[in-house]
């Protein structure tokens, strides 16, 4: 391993690399942070230059700098205009947003620049050691475990039910599955609940929906009442992380580098489940005054996701790879792009080509590393968003997601359906229905409904839940993450009535 | 009522209805080799209605005991806020989307920026030209020509 290492340094350190890496993240970035240009599109944008590069470890730097970045970028639009542009990046602004309003945008960028780094870092560090026997583990997942895994995720929703507000997070989430059926499924070929409907043949697009959910609805509010409004204008504040801080969100990072590293080897649960994972189990196990912090602003809450998203990114790299299997949209088009190269990733890619292999871990690192000396100057810059008049900002982040609707559909339609669910989502924040599930349950009812199906259609019926004990497992826990907060929460109701009554 | 339970009842709505498709309409276009399949297209839904509506059904009914808490904007008084703006800029959005194809990117967007800045009660029209003509030139020289997304520039009748 040692010689694959030097071998990648002297690759990844050469000064044509360096530059590659460092203008990857730097275009990932600006580009990133525009909602409705996630890192596959953007991806797929750099590809021809890649290509045109020849090289086939330099195009793999040049990308996964830009991969990084991206990632980076579409948090800074969840943490400061709660605007997420990518499905990771959404559990981000459930607490980074929060921040922001209390004038802490600074110390939230800084936050997510460290988790990020953190969780990339110790992600490549554990691919490098792992990636040959985690090639096995993740043939052993099958569609249950997959559907089973999902239902994990969305047991997520009980990290947002407040008190007593459960059947108000459960039916945001089935709304969120019901909406995710509109469309032609991948498994029938049939159009469902479309009305007939030409424009809702393809479903709802992800981004029209986060930004009618989140982006849309605070907007409204800052109109409606200006006095709310984020930063005001005040000096970009507490920019550093006191030593304090830093000891309570170091167990939340080491945690959630290697979950996160673990479900993203796992091919297509990836990013978007690991922060949502990440940011329901660290809300389980914190303490119950952390806990009552969590949305409302706490380091460990938007720490949690912004590690673990960054972590399950390096860990798709590993069936990339081992295996040639691209575990999520953006792998595919790493794949795509490394057999125009003439370079087919699988298992004998660490033999035959060691040096491409051990490059793009080394480049991760550098990435990794650039991203944070280049964006930890750049923060109070960033944060200065803010700080722009409102009445020339409530238009731009109108207009932006707007655009970030039109561009990924190229659909005039898609913006109409923005401002009518605009208007729905503010009306559901006005009678205190929680948003996030609705998301959460529309961007894995897909992924959930496919899995189901398959694994129903191999075992002619629902004898998978008993027949595989790993599904059984996984279901275990979905059910525990429910039912334990609920039970926590009556307890202490009984136990504060006890109080009452003794009065 | 409260709103959050009137809320409830819309949904109760949504969920029967799309329950009614779900279980009744849906199955008879359903090909003869497809019935013979584990799973219908129907299956999903039809759990997925039965679960929404009892949900919505428990809150419509308060079967639990929640915590009033205090809202960020009272909707009781909502006539208190800035109303007509936000009304305004929400209609602004739903000509925008109608204009962005007939008159195209580059008129739509400047127009869309001054018009939105005018509402929330902006006069300076010296800064608010300059910035809403350069961003938007900005962003279609990014989106069309570095990242190559096609969007009309011009009306069409120009030959945009």
């Given at each position: 391993m040692?010689?694959g290492l030097?071998i990648g ?51 793999l730097?040049?990308?996964a ?55 990339g870092s110790i992600g490549a560090l554990l691919l490098m050691i792992f990636a040959p026997a985690l090639s096995t583990v993740a043939l ?118 290697l979950?996160?590293f673990f479900?993203g080897v796992l091919p ?43 972590a399950a990114c390096t860990g798709s790299f590993v069936p990339l790879l081992t295996l040639g299997i691209p575990g999520?949209?953006?792998t595919?088009?790493l ?10 990733p699988g298992p004998r890619l660490m033999i035959d080509e060691p040096?491409i292999f051990w490059a793009v871990i080394m480049s991760m690192f ?138 | ?160």
């Amino acid at each position: 391993m040692l010689e694959g290492l030097l071998i990648g340094l002297q690759t990844a350190l050469s000064f044509q690399n360096l530059l590659m890496v460092i203008g990857g993240c730097l275009i990932g970035t600006f580009i990133g942070m525009l909602p409705g240009l996630g890192p596959m599109s953007i991806i797929a944008i750099m590809i021809p230059v890649a290509i045109s590069m020849g090289d086939p470890s330099a195009a793999l730097i040049l990308l996964a700098g830009v991969y990084y970045g991206a990632i980076f970028g579409g948090s800074t639009s969840s943490i400061l205009l709660n605007a997420p542009g990518v499905a990771g990046t959404v559990a981000s602004s459930f607490d980074g947003y929060p921040m922001a309003k209390q004038g802490k945008a600074g110390k939230a960028l800084t936050i997510a620049a460290i988790a990020s780094f953190a969780g990339g870092s110790i992600g490549a560090l554990l691919l490098m050691i792992f990636a040959p026997a985690l090639s096995t583990v993740a043939l052993l997942f099958h569609s249950a475990e997959y559907f089973a895994l999902m239902v994990v995720g969305l047991s997520a929703i009980a990290a947002f039910a407040g008190t007593g507000q459960v059947a108000k997070a459960l039916m945001m989430t089935t709304l969120g599955l019901i909406m995710a059926t509109v469309g032609e499924g991948a498994l029938f070929n049939l159009p469902r609940f479309t009305m007939g409907i030409m424009d809702l043949q393809s479903g709802f697009g992800f981004i029209t929906l986060a930004m009618a959910m989140f982006a849309l609805p605070e907007a409204l509010f800052l109109v409606l009442n200006p006095k709310a409004q984020a930063g005001k204008g005040e000096e970009i504040k507490e920019l550093r992380v006191t030593r304090q801080e830093a000891k309570s969100i170091a167990p939340v990072i080491g945690r959630q580098s290697l979950q996160g590293f673990f479900i993203g080897v796992l091919p297509g649960a990836g990013a978007t489940i690991a922060s949502f994972l990440g940011y329901a189990v660290e809300r389980n196990i914190a303490s119950k005054e952390e806990q009552s912090e969590f949305g409302k602003g706490s380091i460990k809450g938007l720490a949690a996701p912004e590690t673990a998203n960054n972590a399950a990114c390096t860990g798709s790299f590993v069936p990339l790879l081992t295996l040639g299997i691209p575990g999520s949209g953006t792998t595919a088009i790493l794949l795509g792009a490394l057999i125009a190269l003439n370079v087919t990733p699988g298992p004998r890619l660490m033999i035959d080509e060691p040096q491409i292999f051990w490059a793009v871990i080394m480049s991760m690192f550098i990435g990794n590393l650039v991203l944070l000396v280049l964006n930890l100057p750049l923060i109070p810059y960033i944060a200065k968003v803010l700080a722009i008049p409102r009445n020339y900002l409530i238009p731009f982040i109108l207009f932006f997601t707007l655009m970030g609707a039109y561009i990924g559909q190229n659909n005039a339609t898609e913006l109409l359906l923005l401002v009518a669910f605009g208007i729905c989502a503010t009306a559901l924040r006005f009678a205190d229905y929680p948003l996030a599930p609705l998301l959460i349950g529309f961007i894995l009812g897909g992924m959930l409904e496919d899995n189901f199906s398959r694994s129903m259609q191999l075992y002619d019926g629902i004898a998978f839940i008993w027949e595989r004990p790993m599904t059984l497992g996984l279901l275990v826990i979905a059910a525990l993450l429910v039912i334990l907060p609920s039970y926590r929460n009556r307890r202490a109701r009984l136990r504060a009535q006890g109080v009452a009554d003794g009065d | 009522m409260a709103l959050d339970r009137w809320i409830a009842l819309i949904l109760a709505g949504v969920c029967l209805t799309y329950g009614y498709t779900a279980w009744f309409t849906m199955d008879g276009e359903l090909a003869p080799f497809m019935q013979r399949n584990p799973i219908w297209p129907s299956t999903f839904p039809k759990v997925l209605s039965v679960i929404g509506l009892a949900a919505s059904l428990v809150i419509l009914l308060g079967l639990e005991k929640a915590k009033v808490q205090k809202a960020e904007i009272d909707y009781r008084r909502l006539t208190d806020y800035h109303l007509g703006q936000a009304l305004l800029l929400l209609g602004l959005m739903v000509a925008y989307a109608l204009c962005l194809r007939p008159l195209g990117f580059l008129f739509s967007t400047s127009a869309f920026l001054i018009l939105g800045s005018f509402i929330l009660g902006e006069r300076k029209w010296l800064v608010m030209l300059p910035v809403s003509l350069l961003a938007t030139g900005i962003v279609w020289y990014l989106v069309q020509q570095v990242l190559g997304i096609y969007l009309r520039p011009l009306p069409g009748f120009i030959g945009g």
